[in-house]
């Protein structure tokens, strides 16, 4: 059973020696950047890092055995939201991820929960049978909802031997499956899909169309809230480290990256209290945990994870709904 920091660990390794080691300095000696929040618009909740699969490149390792984050519950959810209405936080969003969120036995009641609370909703699954099982009962949730809950569904490519390659053999034709029974439930489908290192971000959203007309789904390619597309995430690649003056140098900004505006809640295995993490790519690394509240979380995060530079800064991806 895979409860460490293992991935973590290579991935600050394999960007080499001396990186992303002081949180304040990268390796040549420069201040390293940092990122305010600005605003909490979306939480994230970890649900658990349990999934019914176990894909190649998952960046949190889920697995059918993998518990280092356990199952959240719907009171750890409903503390969450009681902090936000109470201090009056502007967030829109509330999104629900994994491991497989559907596995979590809470997951109707955490939904229902963050919707009565008036919040736009957004929950990541791989649209397989821990979704499919629940079935008349999600729906009768769901429906009168669908303007503010949203299911994007992992499609890692619009072709399917891509996708089987990473989620394994079957894989594409069960993800239909929930795609097609979320479709004749007339609720909302948006799609998390991956731009391969060799194609244009134009040609994959070109070839993602015409599946999608093909399946006849109604998700529209060219929207990218719609059709999120990230980077590939490569445990063993090399990146560097982000400074100061990289602002000015990629004409990027700190207040658009996902932690200036976004948090996770995590509940480690045999904690005793949920914790709230920078963001949703780095929970099991101690020093991006924040806090156990949406106060004690809301200060600067330091940019010392190749996470980091890869998938937000140089990748220009967020998790959250754009």
């Not at 009641?109 to 649209?127: E, I, K, S, Y």
């Not at 993800?175 to 029974?181: F, K, M, P, Q, R």
């Not at 063993?236 to 200036?260: G, H, S």
């Amino acid at each position: 059973m895979s409860t460490n920091a293992s991935p973590f660990a290579t991935h600050r390794a394999a960007a080499g020696p001396g990186r992303f080691v002081d949180p304040f300095v990268t390796a040549d000696g420069s201040p390293r950047a940092s990122v305010a929040q600005t605003a909490l618009e979306t939480l994230w909740f970890n649900t658990g890092t349990l999934c019914n699969i176990a894909c190649v490149n998952c960046y949190i390792e889920s697995s059918p055995t993998n518990d280092a984050l356990a199952y959240l519950s719907l009171e750890d959810v409903t503390r969450y939201l009681a902090e936000i209405a109470e201090t009056g936080l502007p967030t829109r969003e509330i999104g629900f991820t994994g491991g497989e969120p559907f596995m979590n036995p809470d997951i109707l009641a955490m939904l229902d929960a963050a919707l009565g609370a008036g919040h736009q909703v957004l929950v990541l699954t791989n649209a397989m049978r821990p979704m499919l099982r629940w079935g008349e009962r999600l729906s009768d949730l769901a429906r009168p909802h669908r303007d503010r809950l949203t299911f994007r569904v992992s499609l890692d490519h619009h072709t399917r031997a891509v996708h089987d390659a990473e989620r394994g053999t079957g894989s594409w034709d069960k993800a239909w499956e929930g795609l097609d029974w979320l479709r004749d439930q007339g609720l909302r489908v948006a799609i998390a899909g991956r731009r391969l290192a060799d194609e244009s971000e134009g040609a994959a959203r070109q070839a993602y169309g015409e599946l999608f007309r093909a399946r006849g789904q109604t998700v529209d390619a060219e929207d990218r809230s719609t059709l999120v597309l990230f980077p590939e995430m490569e445990a063993d690649r090399a990146v560097p480290e982000i400074t100061e003056a990289c602002w000015q140098i990629l004409d990027r900004a700190p207040e658009q990256m996902m932690c200036a505006t976004s948090r996770m809640v995590v509940r480690r295995k045999e904690a005793a209290e949920a914790a709230v993490v920078a963001c949703t790519l780095t929970p099991y690394d101690p020093q991006f945990e924040l806090g156990q509240t949406l106060d004690q979380a809301s200060g600067s995060v330091q940019l010392n994870h190749p996470f980091c530079a890869q998938f937000c800064v140089l990748g220009g991806a967020s998790c959250s709904a754009p």
